[in-house]
Nanobody
Framework: QVQFVESGGGLVQPGGSLTLSCAAS????????MAWYRQAPGKQRELVAT???????NYADSVKGRFTFSRFFAKNTVYLQMNSLKPEDTAVHFC?????????WGQGIQVTVSS
């Protein structure tokens, strides 16, 4: 069973930065796609960013130009660098990976943007 463990969340002021990490218990080479999602209170889970096996990232319009999705194969870890954070970025953020027919999820980590 694959496990993802997110870290790096917390409270930050508007305009600030955070970097989320997601450590996988399996080689991240094995995943066709990896993604970050988020879910704000009372809202549906939304896709934030994806990265394919070739390393090409895609971003939701709401975060484009502010967030960067990257991978570090030696540590089986992916990252979401979040800059210029806004209150509307407040949500539980989840790491996800697709491998074959299966999708794997982390437990989620809170990001709160508030003054």
């Amino acid at each position: 069973q694959v496990q993802f463990v997110e870290s790096g969340g917390g409270l930050v002021q508007p305009g600030g930065s955070l970097t989320l990490s997601c450590a996988a218990s399996a080689s991240i080479f094995s995943f066709t796609t990896m993604a970050w999602y988020r879910q704000a209170p009372g809202k549906q889970r939304e896709l934030v960013a994806t990265i394919d096996s070739g390393g090409v990232p895609n971003y939701a319009d709401s975060v484009k130009g502010r967030f960067t999705f990257s991978r570090f194969f030696a540590k089986n870890t992916v990252y979401l660098q979040m800059n210029s954070l806004k209150p509307e970025d407040t949500a539980v953020h989840f790491c996800s990976g697709a491998r074959g027919r299966d999708d794997y999820w982390g437990q989620g980590i809170q990001v709160t943007v508030s003054s």
